[in-house]
T-cell receptor
Framework: QQPVQSPQAVILREGEDAVINCSSS?????VHWYRQKHGEAPVFLMILLKGGEQKGHEKISASFNEKKQQSSLYLTASQLSYSGTYFC???????????FGQGTRLTINP | GAGVSQSPRYKVTKRGQDVALRCDPI?????LYWYRQALGQGPEFLTYFNYEAQQDKSGLPNDRFSAERPEGSISTLTIQRTEQRDSAMYRCASSPTGQMNTEAFFGQGTRLTVV
């Protein structure tokens, strides 16, 4: 079952912060985050494996709340280069494959 | 090569024709995945291989779709008797281990248009 991302789209000014949420109706064992720029391939950001885990990549960090079956991606002091569509992916139970959310489109304006 | 390579980058075919899409993964990567991505949507799983073994093909839409990876490296996704609804971006990804929780590297994709 596909995870649900919110919001669907965000427009920010450079330097502002954003939060992207990913939630699932079933138990989550890990959450994968990818960013895809227009016309390019998705690029891996990070994986969160355990409840309560937090990770960082540049000024992008994420948390994973196992009990709430959700993950959040935090973009701090956003840069123009952060523009793109962010996807969360969750493993299909017992299978070696990811089910991706519908994406959150992030636009950063100067 | 340095990354995952897919060919052709663009393919326009007439309805009813067969097409073969090629994926050359990063050398030594164990797992190879095929996804389909509609415009504005997340990648949708089709099938995957560990080495040459097809482990899961549950995402293939119907029996017109097939995939192989005979020597555990290059993979081909074949669509027979193409239909307009097959038009999409087809992406390949590879990862270094057969474990779920490792980074996947995506290729640039093949944009298939069926006319």
């Amino acid at each position: 079952q596909q995870p649900v991302q919110s919001p669907q789209a965000v427009i920010l000014r450079e330097g502002e912060d954003a939060v992207i949420n990913c939630s699932s109706s079933k138990a989550l064992y890990s959450v994968h985050w990818y960013r895809q720029k227009h016309g390019e391939a998705p690029v891996f950001l990070m994986i969160l494996l355990k409840g309560g885990e937090q990770k960082g990549h540049e000024k992008i960090s994420a948390s994973f709340n196992e009990k709430k079956q959700q993950s959040s991606l935090y973009l701090t002091a956003s840069q123009l280069s952060y523009s793109g569509t962010y996807f969360c992916g969750t493993p299909d139970q017992g299978a070696q494959k990811l089910v991706f959310g519908q994406g959150t489109r992030l636009t950063i304006n100067p | 090569g340095a990354g995952v390579s897919q060919s052709p980058r663009y393919k326009v075919t007439k309805r009813g024709q067969d097409v073969a899409l090629r994926c050359d993964p990063i050398s030594g990567h164990v797992s190879l995945y095929w996804y389909r991505q509609a415009l504005g949507q997340g990648p949708e799983f089709l099938t995957y291989f560990n080495y040459e073994a097809q482990q899961d093909k549950s995402g293939l839409p119907n029996d017109r779709f097939s995939a192989e990876r005979p020597e555990g490296s290059i993979s081909t996704l074949t669509i027979q008797r193409t239909e307009q609804r097959d038009s999409a971006m087809y992406r390949c990804a590879s990862s270094p281990t057969g474990q779920m929780n490792t980074e996947a590297f995506f290729g640039q994709g093949t944009r298939l248009t069926v006319v």
